[in-house]
């Protein structure tokens, strides 16, 4: 599913297309009264609203798949979390033996419910959603560090759309009756062709009417919108326009700026992140945050797919979130979930899929990374 987020990169791409002419490089610096401020009040008045949450900000997680069939026992999976200072998880289902296994470890996770029948489930009915937040969220909660439930991931397909909100609000519902509402935030994974535009980041404005719908929501619960955010399907498909630098966080790549507000960006996710931003604000819900569900590059099995290029690229990404500089429209305030552990040779679809993996089955590394929080080189 990730290959489709590319069906909305065309647009993030004239971005970079147009860097000497229409946005400039790093030179300008001009920005006129009218161009300031929407953006500007928006990210101030959100930095006050997030004020003291601190390094829960600047987190970075690897996504934990399990569509493999030689993959460790989930215990084992927590424990190489835990050594190597990884301090968030994403699981795409209630997996019973992986909660058990997160008991007592203190990694972050992002809980997915399921596909598209736990999703009409969901929606159903507020009893539903009692059900499933008892059997799978105070079951575990506190000792499992639940964060955030995603229902749904990258919209589902199938006109399932329309079902996440009404799904959304009942589980919102059943972790309030609980008591549960001010720990663990309700949210969806969106992809990024929910955008009918991305370029300037600027620019960036959901496509379809229930995405506005879905974050006015968010911001009326305080939750993030969820979006998994992949530079390499960008750079796949438009390298005449794109280079590989400013794809993979390197600090030769030359910045461009956005000619609406001036903000100047020194790599493609940044961009992307912000248009995200962009889009959020023009739906009246400025105040959500976004919390990166999603990123990373493949080893193998593509245009581009290297050892090499993966290694730069999420190395790239965990500094980044590390270092707390956040995005140019939204500084100090960034979360990510690099994808994934480990590679899966379930998984459907092209041959990258099956290699995004940060580790072989065998636990053994596909390339050296490093994590922030105990330094230690995998």
Known sequence: MRISMALASTGLLLLLSVAAADMSIVSYVGRSEEETPDHQRSSNNFSNAVAGEGDSLRFVGVCYGTLGSDLPPRSEVVQMYKSLGINGMRIYSPDREAL??????????????????????????????????????????????????????????????????????????????????????????????????????????????????????????????????????????????????????????????????????????????????????????????????????????????????????????VDHVAQGTGTPRRPGQLEAYVFAMFNENQKTGDAIERNFGLFYPNKSPVYPITFPNLHLEI
């Open 100 to 317: 058990d296994a997160l008991r007592n470890s203190g990694v972050g996770v992002i809980l997915d419910v399921g596909g598209i029948d736990a999703v009409s489930w969901l929606g159903d009915s507020f009893a539903n959603a009692a059900a499933w937040v008892q059997d799978n969220v105070r079951s575990y909660y506190p000792a499992v560090n639940i964060k955030y439930i995603a229902v749904g991931n990258e919209g589902l397909g199938d006109g399932a759309t329309q079902r996440i909100l009404p799904a959304m609000q009942n589980v919102n519902a059943a972790l309030a009756a609980a008591g549960l509402a001010a720990g663990i935030k309700a949210s969806t994974s969106v992809r990024y062709d929910v955008f009918a535009s991305t370029s300037p980041p600027s620019a960036g404005v959901f496509a379809y009417p229930y995405m506005t719908a879905i974050a006015q929501y968010l911001a009326s619960t305080g939750a993030p919108l969820l979006a998994n955010v992949y530079p390499y399907f960008a750079y796949r498909d438009h390298p005449e326009y794109i280079s590989l630098d400013f794809a993979t966080f390197q600090p030769t790549a030359t910045p461009v700026v956005d000619r609406n507000n001036g903000l100047v960006y020194h790599n493609l996710f940044d961009a992307m992140v912000d248009a995200i931003h962009a889009a959020l604000e023009k739906a009246g819900a400025g105040s959500v945050r976004v919390v990166v569900s999603e990123s990373g590059w493949p080893s193998a099995g593509g245009f581009a797919a290297t050892m090499d290029n993966a290694r730069r690229y999420n190395q790239g990404l």
